[in-house]
């Protein structure tokens, strides 16, 4: 028998030691030293097989191609006669990983972002690997402001050839910033310019904001911050010359300084349109936001060449490329631009394809898409289909993309993802006040039933106030072009007490159908049709006008309910609106054939304005006006209310208006609610601190304004109530949460106040 050595470092190099020996047939291969790795897998990575010819250069490949695996820690190869013996040490195994001192980082996390480095519990141990996981951990607690941290890392062997990793931190203290400033400002003070940016020096807050700790990612922002604010204001030549970061010696401390150059202010001389227009230039023109004789704002610049692209890729050209080239005049302190046109190839629409709708179908997106498959690409088509999917109400998010299709220059594909979110809602509403109890009402329902985006709601509602169990159903695509049907059957119990509102009980079972015509885009009608008997309760602590009412007219009434309305939403979404309106009209009449004769109307306008970051302001108007004919009032059971979360908050539900009065007029707390009814709100909406673009929960400030008033009442709006306060809005699994804390501004000393409320789902 003869054997033979080679090294393994004849991987490498074939050293001057390396044994020599002449080429012969493998007549087998073994493997020796395994005890993880399967033999096979030895085999596979083998370039030679049984039967073939074994040469140096064979087993300099095999010994290269066996530790470029990682598996192995040593390897050789030995020669017994024809037999190949493969002989191997292996690596150890990871068994466990433990983090020691660990406070700042969620441990779990942390380990999953150690197994993206290849470092994991039953992975094969690579010390090169822990050296970089440890120094990104430490890099992670760099970003903390956590100078001071130290890593010491221990590993230790175990059986069966298996070791276990050990990080012992000292995470130490945090480094806050003890200073900031700003070299070379003249225009504007440091002090305004230190308002601007994101970092700042220890503050009764920042404790949870964390703006106090250095990030180089947050200075880095903060420096486009301060350029963009000079750039807007006509400062063409602004510049930041260096940011320096200094820490002191006990690594507790951090001064910045970011030195700037104004440079001198620049006012447009003119602005000239150049390239392939296409489209004439007085159709372009009014799109170009910078002005002759305005200071110059790279804002108005950016929305210049936004705004001719976006109107190039109404026409088709997705890829157009609008430029705008400065040619500034020092000695003048002016500048001039010619905006570039290059429209590009026109291109259509290959395929649209919609992702991450596991339960809601196919169709019930599509349908709402304006964009069609081999049409021409239209920007403005895209962006209204995205924001009808979005207005479903079915999605927390709603994003697209129109990628090019790979080697095609005239061709994209549109791609909708969206991200469902529950749309089975249990709801549930309360609030408190000093004297009242807790006031609880529950629902269920389903808006999107099965996926096909029809809504069905099942109301037991076992309320104090209102005991309902109602059915209702609504196809929005009854037929293909969007007319939708729907129905409502009711029994209703109605027990205001608990409300203040004067006493008095009513019970009502009806049933009604509903249908809706899409008139334009964003425009709808609507007609309903329901038949209602109601039954009156009154006591004797009843309101005089209660009593009357059932006096003259029956303590029964049967009405038959017409209904007819519009709508327009424009809004870019239903959960998160940013910008756009809403607009409703309903009007309701109580028609010949039952025992009652009324009309009732009300008109709501919403809008949403963007403002600066992800701010955003919405506005609410509303006003209602009810009033009874043929000789018949107004039921004082389909009176206007006003008070709570619905509209002035800060106020008892439903406990605004006249109250009623005893036999000797007294006022007395009960409310009666009024005929014509008048509700303003201004609320500012903004993300929660620390949640980043996730608006699924956002705070809010606000003003509310409101009031009702009787037919007896003249409509006075000095009579209006007002409330300011702080607002949370929640997108929760169950669905939307809204809390509210409210402060009147204007009381009266008769006034039922309700600082606290809150409201879970959306109401039927």
């Known amino acids: 028998m003869r054997k033979f050595l080679v090294p393994a470092l004849i991987a490498g190099l074939l050293s001057a030691h390396a044994h020599a020996f002449d080429s012969f047939v493998v007549r087998d291969i073994r493997v020796e030293g395994i005890q993880r790795t399967e033999a096979g897998t030895v085999f596979n990575y083998l370039p030679i097989r049984v039967g073939e010819s074994f040469t140096e250069d064979k087993a300099a490949e095999a010994i290269k191609a066996l530790f470029a695996t990682g598996f192995f820690k040593d390897v050789r190869i030995e020669v017994e006669g024809d037999v190949l013996v493969v002989v191997v040490e292996e ?15 969620d441990k779990e996390q942390i380990k999953k972002a150690m197994r993206d480095f290849g470092l994991a519990e039953s992975r094969i141990f690579d010390r090169s690997v822990l050296d970089r996981a440890e120094q990104e951990l ?84 903060d420096v486009e911050t301060l350029r963009s604010h000079y750039l807007d204001r006509g400062y063409l030549e602004f510049n930041v010359d260096s940011t320096q970061v200094s820490i002191t ?71 157009a490329n609008v430029n705008a080239v400065p040619e500034p005049d020092k000695a003048n302190r002016t500048v001039s631009f010619t905006v570039f046109v290059d429209p590009g190839r026109r291109v259509y629409v290959r395929r649209i394809n919609v992702q991450g709708n596991s339960k809601t179908r196919d169709e019930v997106i599509r349908r709402e898409f304006r964009q069609m498959e081999g049409a ?50 249990l709801m549930f509403g309360a609030g408190f006040s000093s004297s009242e109890s807790l006031i609880l009402s529950t629902s269920v329902s389903q808006q999107n039933l099965f996926g096909s985006g029809k809504a069905l709601s099942l109301s037991l509602n076992s309320g104090s106030i209102n005991k309902t169990y109602a059915l209702s159903f609504t196809d929005p695509y009854y037929t293909p072009d969007g007319i939708s049907r729907g129905f409502d059957v009711y029994l209703r119990n109605v027990d205001p007490t608990s409300l203040n509102i004067g006493n008095y009980r009513t019970s009502s079972i009806g049933a009604g159908l509903r249908w809706g015509f899409p008139i334009e885009e964003d425009d709808r009608i609507n007609f309903g049709l329901a038949v209602d008997q109601t039954s ?70 919403q809008r949403f304005f963007p403002l600066f970051g992800d701010f955003v302001l919405s506005l609410n108007g509303e006003i209602g006006y009810g009033k009874g004919y043929g000789g018949k009032p107004l039921p004082f059971y389909k009176n206007f209310y006003a008070g709570g979360i619905g509209s002035v908050r800060g106020f008892q539900t439903a406990s605004l208006g006249e109250r009623d009065r005893d036999a000797a007029g007294n006022i007395l707390e009960s409310s009666i609610g009024g005929d014509r009814r008048v509700v303003a709100n201004a609320e500012l909406l903004f993300p929660f601190p620390g949640m980043g673009q996730d608006k699924t929960l956002r705070l809010g400030t606000f003003v509310d304004a409101g009031q009702v008033w009787s037919s007896d009442q003249t409509l006075n709006l000095g009579d209006l109530r007002y409330s300011a306060g702080l607002s949370v809005g929640w997108s929760s699994p169950m669905g939307p949460l809204k809390f509210s804390i409210a402060q009147p501004l204007n009381k009266d000393p008769l006034d039922r106040l309700q600082r606290f409320q809150f409201q879970l789902g959306n109401v039927f």
């Open 536 to 605: 009156i309760d009154v006591y004797d602590d009843s309101p005089q006008r209660y009593k009357n009412f059932v006096s003259e007219f029956g303590d029964t009434n049967t009405s038959l309910v017409g209904t007819v309305g519009w709508s327009r939403d424009t809004r870019d979404s239903f959960i998160y609106p940013t910008t756009g309106t809403y607009q409703r009209v309903n009007a309701e009449l109580a028609l010949p054939g039952g025992s009652l004769r009324y009309a009732k109307a009300s008109y709501q306008h």
């Open 249 to 319: 010696p006990d690594k507790q401390d951090i001064y910045i300084t970011i030195s700037i150059s104004e440079g001198e202010k620049y006012t447009v001389s003119s602005v000239k349109l150049s390239g392939d227009l296409l489209l004439p230039e007085e159709e372009l023109r009014p799109l170009v936001k910078l002005k002759t004789g305005d200071e110059f704002s790279r804002r108005n610049l950016t929305e210049t060449t936004k705004a001719i692209n976006d109107r190039l890729s109404n026409e088709g050209y997705a890829f």
């Open 91 to 105: 690596r150890p195994a990871i068994a466990s990983l433990e983090f020691v001192g660990m406070k700042e980082f």
């Open 138 to 221: 430490k890099r992670q607690y760099l970003s903390r402001g956590r100078y001071s941290v130290e890593i010491k890392t221990t590993v230790t062997p175990l059986e069966r050839n298996r070791v276990g990793i050990n990080f012992q931190v000292d995470e130490g203290e945090v480094a806050h910033i003890k200073q900031i400033n700003i070299v070379g400002a003249k225009a504007f003070s440091e002090k305004e310019l230190l308002k601007l940016i994101t970092l700042t020096t220890p503050g009764w807050l920042t404790w949870y904001t964390k703006n106090d700790q250095y990030s180089r990612q947050k200075l880095g922002a």
């Open 376 to 425: 021409w690409y239209d920007g403005a088509k895209i962006t209204r289909s995205r924001n009808r999917v979005d207005r479903l109400g079915y999605f927390d998010g709603v994003t697209v993309e129109t990628p090019a299709v790979p080697g095609s220059t005239d061709q994209v594909d549109v791609n909708l993802t969206v991200k469902e979110k529950p749309t089975g809602n």
